[in-house]
């Protein structure tokens, strides 16, 4: 009966530590500002941003999602993720609680809105052989609806990275652990993934990548994903992607667009 509050206390104890980390050094200009620096998102892809935003920027990205699976169609959005740089190398996350409609009408996943979630990331390096690191720790609320929401504190750490190659290519990937509640009990997964993205133009790259969840309880879930992304301007981007699923336990298919912006929220 203590196992929630203790991962929560837990949380922000290791929250405080990193963002005790922050020095003066932190705060100078090693980072342009979000005006000059393009936008740089999350999504599409499974793989997060190997890089943390603008210090001082707010950058919220967005999305609507179709997963097909398991006989089960579920429309949610808006997939909302609010980023804000406090930092050079430190930014806040918020997980707004997305919206999740069920669009079959036998059973399965409930329709509600989902778990509200927090989080800090900090950029790391400089790395040998000019890699981009960062670390994120997380932790979800059991904030949604009883048919959606998981009904626990839910913490995952996950550390994406990228390496610029030649030719307008970078590969980039992924490697997290979480650990949902599922059915009352923790269901300790480890998810690995891996990216090849091409610059097609300036504003406009593609992806192709392999995302696998592997639970403690359950099969593993294999995804092959590929989207693309185009910066309208330099503070804003739209995205499309879809994916299928390779396995038995991940879904049939998934399909999705969004849009995200970013602004200087606090002048330096």
């Given at each position: 009966?203590?196992a929630r509050p203790m991962l929560a206390r837990i949380f922000m104890t290791l929250t405080a530590f990193i963002l005790a980390g922050i020095s003066p050094s932190h705060g100078q200009g090693q980072t342009p500002s979000a005006d000059a620096e393009p936008i740089a998102t999350d999504r599409p892809a499974v793989t997060n941003s190997s890089v943390v935003v603008p210090r001082g920027s707010l950058?919220?990205?967005?999305?609507?999602?179709?997963?097909?699976?398991?006989?089960?169609?579920?429309?949610?959005?808006?997939?909302?993720?609010?980023?804000?740089?406090?930092?050079?190398?430190?930014?806040?996350?918020?997980?707004?609680?997305?919206?999740?409609?069920?669009?079959?009408?036998?059973?399965?996943?409930?329709?509600?809105?989902?778990?509200?979630?927090?989080?800090?990331?900090?950029?790391?390096?400089?790395?040998?052989?000019?890699?981009?690191?960062?670390?994120?720790?997380?932790?979800?609320?059991?904030?949604?609806?009883?048919?959606?929401?998981?009904?626990?504190?839910?913490?995952?750490?996950?550390?994406?990275?990228?390496?610029?190659?030649?030719?307008?290519?970078?590969?980039?990937?992924?490697?997290?652990?979480?650990?949902?509640?599922?059915?009352?009990?923790?269901?300790?997964?480890?998810?690995?993934?891996?990216?090849?993205?091409?610059?097609?133009?300036?504003?406009?790259?593609?992806?192709?990548?392999?995302?696998?969840?592997?639970?403690?309880?359950?099969?593993?879930?294999?995804?092959?994903?590929?989207?693309?992304?185009?910066?309208?301007?330099?503070?804003?981007?739209?995205?499309?992607?879809?994916?299928?699923?390779?396995?038995?336990?991940?879904?049939?298919?998934?399909?999705?667009?969004?849009?995200?912006?970013?602004?200087?929220?606090?002048?330096?």
């Open positions: 009966m203590y950058q919220a990205e967005n999305g609507f999602l179709e997963t097909s699976g398991q006989g089960q169609s579920v429309l949610d959005g808006p997939e909302s993720l609010v980023r804000f740089g406090i930092a050079n190398r430190i930014e806040l996350r918020f997980t707004v609680p997305d919206y999740f409609y069920n669009l079959t009408t036998s059973g399965g996943s409930g329709t509600g809105f989902g778990d509200f979630g927090f989080g800090v990331k900090e950029q790391l390096g400089p790395t040998l052989g000019k890699f981009d690191v960062s670390a994120i720790l997380f932790l979800s609320f059991p904030t949604g609806a009883n048919t959606v929401s998981s009904g626990g504190y839910d913490p995952g750490l996950q550390v994406p990275w990228s390496r610029a190659l030649p030719a307008n290519w970078t590969v980039a990937g992924m490697f997290s652990v979480y650990w949902p509640t599922q059915g009352r009990r923790r269901n300790l997964t480890g998810e690995s993934t891996f990216l090849f993205d091409r610059q097609l133009t300036k504003p406009w790259d593609a992806f192709v990548e392999y995302a696998g969840d592997f639970p403690e309880f359950g099969g593993p879930r294999h995804l092959l994903h590929f989207g693309t992304a185009l910066k309208v301007s330099p503070q804003q981007q739209i995205d499309f992607h879809v994916g299928v699923g390779l396995s038995s336990a991940a879904v049939d298919h998934l399909i999705g667009f969004g849009y995200s912006f970013r602004f200087q929220a606090i002048r330096r």
